[in-house]
């Protein structure tokens, strides 16, 4: 299988500027290769840095240290160095991401939420409606809702409608932070099987999974991310707190 995501040394320190410049380590020298077709999780106590380096490979947190080399189309692009331009791109066309909380522009309706990725790569609008009427169906969100701005739905509908979203489009890289946290055993069923069918087209899934079932059905391995991390205080601060 080809290798469609390499990171190698990838290191992330956040500095606190409010706080007297104090540093926390949140990974350092993290290797990893995704290939086509397979689903790795990000495994590892709460804070050690699963959902930080996910958000690294989404481009919306910049490492300190290291790349993020990922196949777009014909050509190698590093995440870590990419112009911004080219980020949007790649997320256009190669990366896509499932977060935990669904954030849109207010009043927009949810097929037009779903079907926007894919009418941002030139999908007919005819093909697009289709496809997110039927996933939308598919996760049991019903159909008198579809005309409806989401912000007054239920926190399992609204993620269901993230969910539908994020699989608009076959993406050969995709990103999954606890897709299925706040879904039912019934809803978490059909997650699973929209994520191993995306498996079976060649996607590379990198994600979160606290849920064991969910885990257990759809992850090829398991990456453990470091240790917890920890937090540091700048040179200036040590100093300051000494002399009083």
Request: contains cysteine; charged residues 20%; aromatic residues 6%.
């Amino acid at each position: 299988m080809s290798i469609l995501v390499s990171v190698c040394g990838l290191s992330k320190v956040f500095t606190l500027h409010t706080q007297g410049g104090a540093q926390i380590d949140v990974f350092n020298d993290i290797s990893l290769e995704i290939r086509a077709g397979e689903c790795v999780c990000l495994h590892g106590p709460s804070g050690t840095g699963k959902s930080t380096l996910l958000r690294s490979l989404y481009a919306n947190y910049k490492p300190d240290a290291g790349r993020i080399i990922v196949q777009h189309g014909g050509d190698s692009i590093d995440l870590v160095s990419a112009e911004p331009w080219e980020v949007v791109e790649v997320r256009r066309r190669t990366i896509g991401y499932v977060s935990q909380f669904l954030r849109v522009i207010p009043r927009v309706a949810t097929i037009d939420i779903v079907t926007e990725p894919a009418i941002a790569i030139g999908v007919p609008a005819e093909e697009a409606n289709a496809k997110a009427k039927a996933l939308l169906a598919r996760l049991n969100i019903p159909k008198r809702l579809w005309s409806l701005a989401p912000a007054t739905f239920s926190g399992g509908e609204q993620q269901r409608v993230n969910i539908a979203r994020g699989f608009m489009v076959d993406y050969p890289i995709l990103l999954l932070d606890e897709p299925t946290a706040s879904l039912d055993a019934s809803n978490r069923n059909v997650v699973t099987a929209l994520i191993n069918e995306a498996k079976a087209r060649g996607t590379a899934i990198v994600g979160i999974f606290h849920d064991e079932e969910v885990r257990s059905s759809v992850t090829d391995r398991l990456f453990e991310v470091g240790k917890t991390i920890t937090m540091r205080r700048s040179f200036a601060a040590a100093a300051s707190e000494a002399v009083a």
